[in-house]
């Protein structure tokens, strides 16, 4: 069963503006983690955000983390052309299975 | 570090053959996942384990799949008989807890073509 759900569905920006995701999910989590697919290679790990945490920075990354509103979002600053990737959430729901659960990804395209 | 590493990269077969991915997770990791990847359903779990034992396969599609880890360094997914629903990325991941909820380190991927 599918827990988060990133929006957009596609992101398209210039080089040098910032590109925001979000991600809404349905039941209490233990944590929200952000990954990175380039295209034809495996999901890399950015950032994980614990749920007494609301925000959280690594460079030019920013996650922020509602869990009223069960939202999180990831901000890319100063985007490149080499953050052209998919990117996901996935969720650890709190009790129950102890398993990572991934949206379906927003695809964003920073054009140079 | 070598990563997750994952043979064979791709896998062309035939409808009906048997296809063994393998997977040798980051040295020192307790936990190991098998994703699967298509555009229709995006990434779905097929089965974890820690510390060498599986803790959940619900994601298990049918019998046709069965993993095992005989050790620490060493995890195989089977597809026997396969077909064309099975094409697809198949990845490993692994983490250093023993837990699925913890940062995961993907391999590369196996991308599996059934005809």
């Known amino acids: 069963s599918q827990q988060g759900e990133e929006d957009p569905q596609a992101l398209s920006i210039q080089e040098g503006e910032n590109a925001t995701m979000n991600c809404s999910y349905k039941t209490s989590i233990n944590n929200l983690q952000w990954y990175r697919q380039n295209s034809g290679r495996g999901l890399v790990h950015l950032i994980l955000i614990r749920s007494n945490e609301r925000e959280k920075h690594s460079g030019r990354l920013r996650v922020t983390l509602d869990t009223s509103k069960k939202s999180s979002s990831l901000l890319i600053t100063a985007s490149r052309a080499a953050d052209t990737a998919s990117y996901f959430c996935?969720?650890?729901?709190?009790?129950?299975?102890?398993?990572?659960?991934f949206g379906k990804g927003t695809k964003l395209t920073v054009n140079p | 570090d070598a990563g997750v590493i994952q043979s064979p990269r791709h896998e062309v077969t035939e409808m009906g053959q048997e296809v063994t991915l393998r997977c040798k997770p980051i040295?020192?990791?307790?936990?190991l996942f098998w994703y699967r990847q298509t555009m229709m359903r995006g990434l779905e779990l097929l089965i974890y384990f820690n510390n060498n034992v599986p803790i959940d396969d619900s994601g298990m599609p049918e019998d046709r799949f069965s993993a095992k880890m005989p050790n620490a360094s060493f995890s195989t997914l089977k597809i026997q008989p396969s077909e064309p629903r099975d094409s697809a990325v198949y990845f490993c991941a692994s983490s250093l807890l023993a837990s699925g909820r913890e940062t995961q380190y993907f391999g590369p991927g196996t991308r599996l073509l059934v005809l």
């Open positions: 996935a969720t650890a729901t709190q009790g129950g299975s102890e398993k990572l659960v």
């Open positions: 040295s020192g990791h307790n936990s």
